[in-house]
Nanobody, 116 residues
Framework: QLQAVESGGGLVQPGDSLRLTCTASGSVYGLYAMAWYRQSPGNERDLVAKITIGNRTTYGDSVKGRFTITRDSAKNTAYLQMNSLKPEDTAVYYC??????????WGQGTQVTVSS
């Protein structure tokens, strides 16, 4: 079974930076891509950033130029560096892991709150 564990959320002020970490464990063989999604109350869960095993990245329009996703394949870990945070970035951030051979996995979510 593939599992995703997130960490790094918290309360920050507008303009601050924060880094989220997602580590895959369990059935990591065939791990294909890792991504971050976010969801705020009353809204759908939207893609924030995604990175594949070939280090191809995709970003949501609202975070381009501010957020960066990277990956340490040896550690089965993905990082989301979030800079110039805005109040509208406030949401629960979820890690999503795609596997070629096993059922994809969601993390439990980590709260990011941007407020003065």
């Amino acid at each position: 079974q593939l599992q995703a564990v997130e960490s790094g959320g918290g309360l920050v002020q507008p303009g601050d930076s924060l880094r989220l970490t997602c580590t895959a464990s369990g059935s990591v063989y065939g791990l294909y891509a890792m991504a971050w999604y976010r969801q705020s109350p009353g809204n759908e869960r939207d893609l924030v950033a995604k990175i594949t095993i070939g280090n191809r990245t995709t970003y949501g329009d609202s975070v381009k130029g501010r957020f960066t996703i990277t990956r340490d394949s040896a550690k089965n870990t993905a990082y989301l560096q979030m800079n110039s945070l805005k109040p509208e970035d406030t949401a629960v951030y979820y890690c999503h892991i795609e596997s070629k051979y096993y059922e994809n996995a969601w993390g439990q979510g980590t709260q990011v709150t941007v407020s003065s």
